[in-house]
């Protein structure tokens, strides 16, 4: 009978232990199920999986291809084969493109590294694909001596406009230096005053589109080093241009230019030019991408069009009027406006033969704003044009007139270069609040930590201070933690009503500049939480490789004394260095990006507050690697390594001089082992599992790292303060009153107090113990250190 009862709060512990993880893995599958119904339920998309082909991407209904592709799904060639011409071979060129020759300069020519000739892929009357001849180049003339000879372009503008165009084929390799000079040679083949050749022009035109290839940081570069008026002087004679085609028009990828002329009956009467840019199957134009239509008095916007102009000629004498429609805005470099985003930015020009100060003409413009709606949402857009003394944009004389069927519509009282500037925010795919797994797993380990905490500071005299202090800074480190992220993870801008589109709301009657492309809602509150978050996590990784020091320390190195001052030296460390790794993150990453509203961003991420990944060069550059990840490593193997240690030559070893090894049981063994790696985090290893690009693997890892590591404040409570003698003595007092006052168990005189201790002794013997070498203690020894409580040390 004394057996019986000397075993009933050993079962009722184990009872209530089975039941909690019970519970926990209870929710982890239930939770697994209810993914799998939901994933199950949903309905398939309208677009199946890998409908655009050949790179295509799926955007506003519709296969977006890349040049060398087209039709509805990017199924047809779009290219010209590789080829050989004499001794030059060229690779695959697109349509309406210049491929360049495998073949360069020699190193010991003016050109040295540059192709030698270049080769048009085109298309023929019928529509068929087909390859032009050869142009060969000068390997002794450059940019900087085509620059030289712009004196010379009204006898020589056909052979210094073919020599630009070589020039300029590769835009991958044209540098800043390049882009000015390219531009200045151009801007001066289409001065009138300078004679050039229609055939040198048409050229010149080639060349801008292939300018505007270049990057977007050669042509900031271009444009900061530039005192004089290069991009604007070519902007304005290629408006001159677009007025001497005739009926006609020249179409290269990144430009497209269209002349008018205008009757002149057609100024009597309301008359109206409408000119429209045509939605494509690739982010280049081609022939056919534009249409003109006469004697229009209002716009005609249909779901073909993405971008129209309605120049109102009623009240001018103008006998013909030209467009240029630019693929972006890189000739336009803004010192207001930023673009960060790649969203296509066509900009529009339209221009009558009068002069400026006769113009009378208006014009209506309507945009259809092409980015990617998945994850990006329009919030504000003005309609403005391009200042040339400001040289800037500016908002005068033009004025909004709201959002319709998919397009923005502008309106101006003159006629120039003419844009809509867009801003975005972006469309965060916000968590769900934490689910049940990980709110009841963390309240769990917020409970057994603030308990421990509590238990070991009020027992404290009875502990030997090393120990009690790694476990309470350990503890502490944890339990903030987990509070913050049960309160502070979640970003409060989840929270922030957004409508499908902020420009159905906007104010037609403020036509605002816009500073930058892309809104940034900033949140110092969850900047702070992120900061605290890396560096308590952090700061307990730190005490977890303290823990493991010192018990290396106690255990393998029992002959040697801890070192001088070794509490003060681990508080340092333990609380010190996570502190200076959040700094020095947080200090690098301002300095480099302080001018930048969305520095933030470059720290945390905007879903969750915690350490962002950055998105092109993504883990690699990213501060979770180098502040976490890495640190967190270092210190998961050095725990590793004690832990084999500690387990090998202590726990598992059989030593024949001490009769107490030989009674120890495996069960006993196994979970002083795991009472170890609780305290060591090895269980955090379960997060490396979770990186495998399997996502069922990755789930099921993920709800076992929950389940081990959202408890782990559950199991040191019961593993190192349920199992000490002092809390098994009062808890043993505390039920024992209750059970009497409740009046549900009659007292038993034959019951000793220090008979119930061995009780409670023999129900906790399970658990681990580290008391001298990890040895447990047999309920007979335990009558000889009653009388000395202060032996009890608690791990």
Known sequence: MASCRSCDLKVLVATVCGLLTAVVLGLGIWRFVIRIQRETLTPPSSIPIEFCRNGGTWENGRCICPEEWKGLRCTITNFCENSTYGSFTFDRIPVGRYGSSLQTCDKNTLNAGNPVATRLCSLNIYGEIELQNVTIGNCNENLETLEKQIVNISTQSQNISDETRILTSDASKLTPE??????????????????????????????????????????????????????????????????????????????????????????????????????????????????????????????????????????????????????????????????????????????????????????????????????????AYACVYWNFSMKDWDTYGCHKEGFVDGFLRCRCNHTTNFAVLMSFKKDYKYPKSLDVLSSFGCALSITGLALTIIFQVVTRKVRKTSVTWVLVSLCVSMLIFNLLFVFGIENSNKNQETSESDTNNTDLSSNEMLRQDIIFVSNPKCTVTAALLHYFL??????????????????????????????????????????????????????????????????????????????????????????????????????????????????????????????????????????????????????????????????????????????????????????????????????????????????????????????????????????GRFRLLDPSVLTKETTDPESDQAW
């Open 178 to 379: 390049n882009i000015t000079s390219a531009t200045r040679v151009v801007g001066q083949i289409f001065n009138t005053s300078r004679n050039a050749l229609p055939e040198a022009k048409a050229v010149a035109v080639t060349t801008v589109s292939q300018l505007l290839d270049a990057s977007e940081d050669a042509f900031q570069r271009a444009a900061a080093t530039t005192n004089d008026d290069t991009f604007a002087t070519l902007i304005e004679q290629m408006e001159t241009y677009s007025l001497s085609l005739g009926n006609t028009s020249v179409v290269e990828p990144n430009i497209a230019i269209q002349s008018v002329e205008l009757s002149s009956e057609g100024t009597v009467e309301s008359t109206g030019v409408l000119f429209t840019v045509l939605k494509g199957a690739s982010s280049s134009l081609v022939s056919g991408s534009t249409l003109l239509n006469t004697n229009v008095d209002k716009l005609n916007l249909n779901e073909q069009a993405e971008l129209q102009i309605l120049l109102n000629t009623s009240k001018t004498n103008s006998k013909a009027c030209g467009f240029v429609v630019y693929q972006n805005n890189k000739l336009f470099q803004s010192k207001t406006f930023t673009a960060k985003s790649n969203f296509s930015q066509k900009i529009i020009a339209s221009k009558t033969d009068q002069n400026m100060e006769n113009q009378q003409a208006s014009v209506e413009m309507a945009f259809s704003p092409r980015y990617n709606q998945t994850e990006f949402q329009l919030h």
């Open 538 to 771: 952090l700061a307990t990784f730190t005490w977890m490789g303290l823990s493991a020091a010192q018990l290396y320390f106690l255990l393998i190195r029992t002959m040697k004394p801890l070192p001088q001052h070794f509490i003060l030296f681990i508080s340092l460390v333990g609380w010190g260095v996570p502190a200076i790794v959040v700094a020095l993150t947080v200090g690098i990453i301002y300095s480099q990006n302080g001018d930048n509203l969305q520095w933030e961003l470059n720290y945390r991420q905007e879903e969750i507050c915690w350490l962002a990944i950055q998105e092109g060069n993504g883990l690699i550059t990213s501060p979770l690697l180098w502040s976490f990840i890495l640190p967190v490593t270092i210190i998961l193997i050095s725990n590793i390594v004690i832990f084999i240690v500690i387990v090998v030559k202590v726990l598992w070893r059989n030593n024949q001089n001490l009769t107490s090894t030989k009674k120890i049981s495996s069960l006993k063994k196994i979970l002083s082992t795991l009472s170890i790696a609780v305290v060591f985090g090895i269980t955090w290893i379960l997060a490396y599992l979770m990186l495998i690009n399997n996502d069922d693997i990755r789930i099921i890892f993920s709800y076992i790292f929950c389940l081990f590591n959202t408890t782990q404040g559950l199991q040191i409570f019961i593993l190192y303060t349920v199992r000490t003698k002092i809390f098994q003595s009062k808890a043993s007092t505390v039920l024992k009153s209750l059970s009497s006052s409740a009046g549900k168990v009659k007292a038993r005189p034959s019951v000793s107090p220090l008979r119930l201790r061995i009780k409670m002794y023999n129900m906790l013997g399970s658990f681990p113990g580290l008391h």
